[in-house]
């Protein structure tokens, strides 16, 4: 199994990443793509990734969160990371109007000057979006025939997005969303519609906690040690969420852990 997106640069991982990766593995993950969100993190993300060859890579970008610090050294740093052989694509970048932690003006330039790298090193990239559909699209469409691959990271849309990503042959990638029967409903109800060799998953470690997973551990805590476990979540549930997926779109879940993964080799040249 490969969790294509996780966030172990966070300080939620710094006292503990030898046993979260050794409890990863335990669980079948083979290999896990440490999300960068800024430069800084980025290089934090590479630096990782380089400690634990053929089990981390990661991935070099800025975040729409961080677009405000984007600047013009900030290209030639994501390009000197991309240099390295276990960071594999450009991102995470994309558009998020949801909170505008930096503005929309901010947020576009900063998109597309990671589509333009993305075009120019012919690397993949991992897309984030969120409350910015038209947008984004229309960027996507914009560089897409140049673009060697590209990921909608934590799909969390409905049929009608998820429709029109498909038709800009973009794969999709499945978090603990979809373990979510009240908000993960609208991507309960179209994810088959997903062509098996477009899809891949991810834990958002440690956010995205799967909603259902109950942990045996949890019987013998009281409630409040309960709510600490619960509130990390961890590459060594991503057999979770493939087993989730694979009862909603009644698949076999070993096949699609095999096929998630092979879709995750092709797409990132791992
Ligand atoms: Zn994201």
């Known amino acids: 199994m490969i969790d294509i997106g996780l966030n172990l640069t966070s300080n939620q991982f710094q006292n503990d990443i030898d046993v979260v990766l050794k409890n990863a593995q335990a669980a079948g993950v083979e290999i896990m793509i440490v999300t960068g969100t800024s430069v800084e993190q980025s290089q934090e993300a590479q630096r990782l990734s380089s400690e634990y060859p053929d089990l981390l890579y990661s991935t070099a970008g800025i975040h729409p969160h961080d677009a405000k610090s984007f600047s013009n050294d900030s290209i030639k740093s994501l390009g000197a990371l991309l240099k390295h052989d276990q960071v594999v694509a ?137 709510k600490r476990r619960r509130s990390r979540n961890e590459p060594q549930y991503l057999p979770h969420i493939i087993k989730t997926l694979a009862q909603i779109t009644a698949k076999d879940e070993f096949e699609l852990a095999r096929q998630t993964a092979a879709n995750s080799r092709r797409f990132f040249r791992l």
């Not at 409350?131 to 140049?146: C, E, M, P, Q, T």
């Not at 038709?167 to 978090?175: H, S």
């Not at 259902?212 to 040690?225: A, N, P, T």
């Open 90 to 226: 450009v991102g995470e970048c994309g558009l998020d109007f949801n909170r505008n932690f930096s503005t929309p003006a901010d947020q576009l330039s900063c998109f597309e000057a990671q589509l333009e790298l993305a075009v120019e090193l012919r690397m993949p990239v991992f897309l984030h979006q969120r409350d910015a559909h038209i947008d984004f699209l229309r960027l996507v469409k914009k560089y897409r025939s140049g673009l060697s691959g590209a990921v909608a990271h934590c799909f969390t849309g409905d049929q009608d997005e998820l429709e029109s990503y498909l038709e800009e042959d973009l794969y999709i990638g499945i978090t603990g969303w979809i373990c979510d029967e009240r908000r993960g409903k609208a991507l309960q109800d179209c994810v088959d519609l997903i062509p098996a060799d477009r899809v891949m998953v991810e834990t958002d470690a440690p956010y995205l906690f799967p909603r259902d997973l109950k942990l045996s551990e949890d019987v013998s805590l009281s409630g409040k040690d309960k």
